[in-house]
Nanobody, 128 residues
């Protein structure tokens, strides 16, 4: 079992920065480094599902990003702390959403169905 808890969301002005964290709690015998990690986001009431933002390999040596966040967001992880991060710079109103972290034993899926474990989400609001 893997439990994920996001933190770091909040309200920020356009052009501002936020750093999201996702701490994993794992059952005995499971290690954080066994899982690729990802961030998704969802706009409440939009009618769309969770949209891929970024993912990172098991040991952090590779990452990929959605086109609309490339160059502004950066994903990283600290396996010693069982934590994955999302550094968000140059935030814009269209980045407003609930941000979720997710875990999968396989790296590389940009779709919700590719992930086995999800956090409860943290709200990010970008507004002047």
């Amino acid at each position: 079992q893997v439990q994920l808890i996001e933190s770091g969301g909040g309200v920020v002005k356009p052009g501002g920065t936020l750093r999201l964290s996702c701490a994993a709690s794992l059952s005995i015998g499971r290690t954080f480094g066994r899982y690729a990690m990802a961030w998704f986001r969802q706009v409440p009431g939009s009618g769309s599902g969770r949209v891929f933002v970024a993912d990172i390999t098991h040991n952090g040596d590779g990452a990929s990003y959605a086109d609309d966040v490339k160059g502004r967001f950066s994903i990283s992880r600290d396996n010693a702390k069982n934590t994955v991060y999302l550094q968000m710079n140059m935030l814009a109103p269209e980045d407003t959403a609930i941000y979720y972290c997710a875990a999968s034993v396989q790296y590389g899926s940009p779709f919700e169905r590719g992930y086995d474990y999800w956090g409860q989400g943290t709200q990010v609001t970008v507004s002047s």
